[in-house]
């Protein structure tokens, strides 16, 4: 465990109670002031904090690494760096934090520089993507989706139990917390029509969903084994799959889905390190049946994180329409990276791997308005009297995640993202 | 039309007849010496021409750009220069190679330095691909697919002949001809097991495919129509799309493939430009029904390319397996990316978006072994006795295309790859 880890610990950066982010997370970002050029930042409370300037003072001197890593649009050169690099950054970021060190605390001028308001600086996507993956491994999720669409009985498919099924996205349309898109257009076919047509999507829906971020990458043909996959993840994120359920539904056979989600995809911007979610580790769901050998696994592989989901309308007025968590996965990150290399498939730095929907065990814990509204026969009433079934123009969803232990939160910040009218 | 595809235009380059780099085609790619850095060059006959030693010697002084776009590992920054700059550049290097033009002819040093043997350099991929998508595009293809999954009656699913079925591919594990890639391994499972199994994988495909690379992003929310295509459109490569028959079969419902297509596909070293392409457009398959309005077009769109697969056996022994050709396309490049983006999903310079298998009407123009020995029934009969059903170790799969018309022939050069056993 490292020692940035550490419940005891305290800042002499005002953190409040219930912050995301206490000197315990140290989450790694890009921000861009209005008038400054993008670069790499950790998040202390209501702060962040420009690594840059921190390097350029000198403060990171017994890590070897160039300075230009934090001068970038993105953390990739710095993620490519290693983890015990890295690391070391984490913890060095942890000490010049603790409230007894003066060494950053006392140098006012610096601080003055380098410590700026979360509200007063743009977050942008933390890495450039060079790949990304949608598992579909929460078994609620997916039993939920057989249930209204084939078969309660055999709600999973044949292939389900035997592999972390998953397919690829679109990188190009990822975009980060509080980008705004446009309600997708498409060809639709209702059960009743002969031919489809083409209009504005009817049935958008969010997907709440985790995605890690790769720090180590792999040369085509080789594998990662579930033993050693944690040292390929750099850290997560929040991500909100957009989906377009009546586009999927006409397109996605026989090759996956398509336009019904590569419209737009949205990430937190803040990528909690794997080494800050240590404590908050878990027992995974028992696996029956029994997985081929290069899917087995030992130890924790879960993570408690609390995930929520609200609605907020174009007033204003918000609800929240889903308490789940990511340790509902049935498979895990471990499990989805030696799945997704076994092949021989090369990973790279900055790809993302997402959960697919995280869904639990009881209606209040579905991870999309699909399961929540059962297809839209039971819609969710706002508090200002309007119902969702889907989501609306102009309704905004925001998604949190958080651990809490031993009086500590890890959290993540949120992952919002506004629907516009179709252009 | 360029003045660069002129058929009566010849070079002081001897260029040997039959050569598939007449001075009408120029098309652009990325050599390394054993020496050098990578750099930007245009195929002549049997040899390359360094582009950044032309601009250094001052030879483009007459196009406005920054010569560092021809000292890169892709040709990312040339192409994102915009088809005004690109093709001015391919009608100056015309100009240059012209028989009578005595500016590069008679400057012997540079000629010794700038124009080099193929046999002596290597290829690289020559773009960066940020995003990849393939296609499912050929009318014959699907048909004989779902002829032998599913049923004769009612081979095309419903939504096939109303859009151009298509999904995100993995873009990390795209790799240059000549790159030999691992037999992978993975998951299976027969009809009559009860459980997959894990090993290599027993029916290894190739996909005789073209791609088009694009040349001009869009922004997230604006869509291409297919009148203004080709501008994104900047040239075409050849694409061996491998496939792992056995693991799709088990994993491709309901996400599509995965595991079965991202172990590699391999792209030709040349991209010939839409322009040099402009004499060999042809009138496109009648389709009906008729389309939604956002998929109509004028004029000729599809694209006269002769194709060819070859397996080579690992003694050297050589078979033509497959004579196929673009134009059967049903399903054109503009319609794709018209598609592709009617949901606003945005585009980036370097993406790939590849063709699917182009099988023609007869078995003898199949572009899969799937469908050439109809799922293994019809195994091909190879000149040393042996016999594929697929493709064995060792193997060797080599695809060309050219276009012929007056006399001139416009070549795409190899698209090679060899299977080698599993690691």
């Keep these: 465990m490292s020692r940035a880890n550490d419940p005891k610990l305290k800042s002499w950066v005002d953190v ?25 930042a950790v998040a202390i409370g209501d702060f962040v904090l420009d690594l840059s300037l921190l390097s350029k003072a000198g403060l990171f001197n017994g890590i070897k690494f160039e300075a230009s890593v934090f001068e970038q649009d993105s953390l990739n050169s710095f993620i490519a760096l290693g983890k015990p690099i890295t690391n070391a950054v984490r913890e060095r ?14 140098n006012k001028t610096l601080i003055a520089k380098a410590l700026l308001k979360q ?22 999720h997916a039993t939920n989706v057989g249930t209204m669409f084939r078969d309660p009985k055999n709600a999973l498919l044949p292939n389900w139990l035997h592999l972390p099924v998953g397919y690829h ?3 190009s349309s990822i975009v980060v917390s509080g980008t705004a898109i446009h309600r ?9 029509q002969e031919n489809p047509s083409f209009g504005p999507c009817r049935l958008l829906d969010f997907e709440l969903e985790m995605a890690f971020v790769v720090g180590k990458e792999t040369q085509l043909g080789n594998s990662v084994s579930t033993a050693n996959a944690g040292e390929h993840i750099f850290g997560l994120l929040l991500f909100n799959d957009w989906s377009a359920r009546d586009i999927q539904k006409w397109e996605y ?35 029956e049946p029994e997985v081929l050998p290069y899917l087995k696994f030992e130890g924790k592989k879960n993570y408690n994180i609390n995930l929520e989901v609200d609605i907020v309308t174009p007033a204003g007025i918000s609800k929240t329409v889903s308490h789940s968590n990511f340790k ?11 799945h997704h290399t076994i092949n021989g498939c090369n990973i790279q730095v900055g790809d993302l791997y997402a959960s697919g929907t995280i869904s639990g065990p009881t209606p209040d814990s579905y991870g999309s308005m699909l399961e929540i509204s059962w297809s839209g026969k039971n819609p969710v009433q706002m508090p200002d009297g309007t119902e969702r079934k889907f989501i609306l123009d102009n309704d905004t969803v925001v998604m949190k995640g958080y651990c809490e232990k031993d009086g500590i939160r890890i959290g993540f910040g949120e992952c919002s993202g506004k629907i516009l009218p179709a252009i």
């Design 16 to 40: 409040k109670p219930g912050s995301d982010f206490p000197i315990q997370n140290l989450p790694f970002g890009i921000f861009k002031t209005s008038t400054g050029k993008p670069g790499a």
């Design 169 to 171: 996205g679109r990188a």
């Design 119 to 140: 509200s007063e600086v743009q977050m942008l996507l933390p890495v450039h993507v060079p790949n990304y993956t949608d598992f579909y491994s929460s078994r609620e």
């Design 93 to 106: 970021v942890s000490d010049l934090l603790v409230i007894d060190n003066a060494e950053l605390r006392d």
């Design 253 to 287: 056979v026989p090759l996956g889905p398509f336009l019904a989600k590569n419209f737009g995809s949205v990430a937190s911007p803040w990528i909690v390190t794997l080494e800050a979610l240590e404590p908050f580790k878990v027992e995974s769901p028992k696996q």
């Design 184 to 192: 997708p257009k498409g060809q639709t076919k209702a059960d009743d």
């Design 328 to 338: 509902y996965m049935y498979w895990n990150m471990c499990q989805q990276l030696a």
